[in-house]
């Protein structure tokens, strides 16, 4: 079956420094990868998506790369600012058939960012 | 209002209640989802629905009944509720166009079984 794993947290950082979270997935075909971002008290909002091998998915300064030849989609910014402390989703969508608009999530990644 | 609602936001009940959590969306989106967030085991996919009177169950349904009547709406109900079922609820939405993997989560529900 399909799954999604993600570093356990929590990470803690400081203000402006690098941040990068690991996202491994497994799956039959092409699946459709994306991060979502949950800020305390929320429900979980899209953060960026791709849809194919080699994509880079982009928004609010966060990057992630589709490699398909190591079956990652790692999340990345360059300078993370406290306003991003929420907890971080790694999610594919299999797209092979049958009832495929089920979303399969990781655990999910605590990222506290101090000032 | 437009957007994902969840009602109530929070509900304490005892052991064999049933209770029911509410979710409506004015989008008229295609598929709804239930999820339930317990830590250490992130989100876990109780059920969901392509359309009005399609539901299909997902990883962690024992113990948890869904209809969804009208398009709008997609109500879970803990039949007889258990400690266990204590947790944070969310309903999500999503469109056709996006074939069902953009998600919009409502604010969620947070349910305490004593």
């Known amino acids: 079956g399909n799954s999604v794993t993600q570093m356990e947290g929590p990470v803690t950082l400081s203000e402006e420094a690098f941040l990068t979270i690991n996202c491994t997935y497994t799956?039959?075909?092409?699946?459709?990868l994306f991060w979502y971002v949950q800020y305390p008290g929320e429900g979980l909002q899209l953060l960026l998506k791709?849809?194919?091998?080699?994509d880079k998915g982009s928004n609010k300064g966060f990057e992630a790369t589709y490699r398909k030849e190591t079956t990652s989609f790692h999340l990345e910014k360059g300078s993370v600012q406290v306003s991003d402390s929420a907890v971080y989703f790694c999610?594919?969508?299999?797209?092979?058939?049958?009832?495929?608009?089920?979303?399969?999530f990781g655990k999910g990644t605590l990222l506290t960012v101090n000032p | 209002d437009a957007g994902i609602t969840q009602s109530p936001r929070y509900k304490i009940t005892e052991t064999g209640r049933q209770v029911t959590l509410m979710c409506h969306q004015t989008?008229?989106?295609?598929?709804m989802f239930w999820y339930r967030q317990d830590l250490g085991h992130g989100l876990r996919l109780i059920y969901y629905?392509?359309?009005?009177?399609?539901?299909d169950k997902g990883e962690v349904s024992d113990g948890y009944v869904v209809s969804r009547s009208k398009t709008e709406n997609f109500p879970l109900t803990l039949e007889s509720a258990t400690r266990s079922q204590t947790s944070v609820y969310f309903c999500?939405?999503?469109?056709?166009?996006?074939?069902?993997?953009?998600?919009?989560f409502g604010a969620g529900t947070r349910l305490s079984v004593l």
């Open positions: 791709a849809t194919k091998a080699d």
């Open positions: 629905s392509a359309a009005a009177d399609i539901t």
């Open positions: 999610a594919l969508r299999d797209n092979s058939g049958g009832s495929n608009y089920k979303l399969t």
């Open positions: 989008w008229s989106h295609s598929y």
């Open positions: 799956a039959t075909g092409y699946p459709s």
């Open positions: 999500a939405s999503s469109g056709r166009d996006s074939g069902g993997a953009i998600q919009y």
